[in-house]
């Protein structure tokens, strides 16, 4: 009976560390998230999106070139970087209202899923950066079958 306890004490314990990794991996995504408070930081909205065969995140970022843009894919992340340039008015011009946002940008997305990096794809068209990341296709529970060399010594 003692060995059983001591046994569902080590699974719990387990499950306990389990969720603070998790606990701690979802606050460090959002710190990433965070501006990080330089002049002229800003953060676009992004909104990612799952299908079948992909996952699409779309980025809002007007006024900004594609050459302006860096895009990073990882195991687990996928990095847009950049600058939204001021452009300077023509004439003498005094800002009644000021709320755009300048300057460099950093937006980290946390990725859950298996990708193939081969496949992505990244496209710029009247602000909105769309990046599609195809999935790689899921293998738990698929059965392999494993051939069997057969030795002729005996």
Known sequence: MVMRVIGLERIEIE???QRVRRLVAAMQEVMDDVP??????WTPPVDVCESGGEVIVKVEL???GAGD???TLTNNSLRIAGKKKRRAPRGA?????????????TRT?????SLKTRGASAQLANGL???RLPKLS???GAEFKIPIKENDER
């Open 69 to 71: 843009i860096d895009l």
């Open 15 to 17: 499950r306990l560390r």
């Open 109 to 113: 997305v946390a990725l859950r899923w």
């Open 129 to 131: 950066l769309t990046v």
């Open 62 to 64: 007007p006024g900004v």
């Open 138 to 140: 899921d293998r738990r």
């Open 36 to 41: 990080s408070g330089a002049a002229g930081a």
């Open 93 to 105: 011009v005094s800002h009644i209202c000021s709320e755009r946002g300048y300057g460099t940008f």
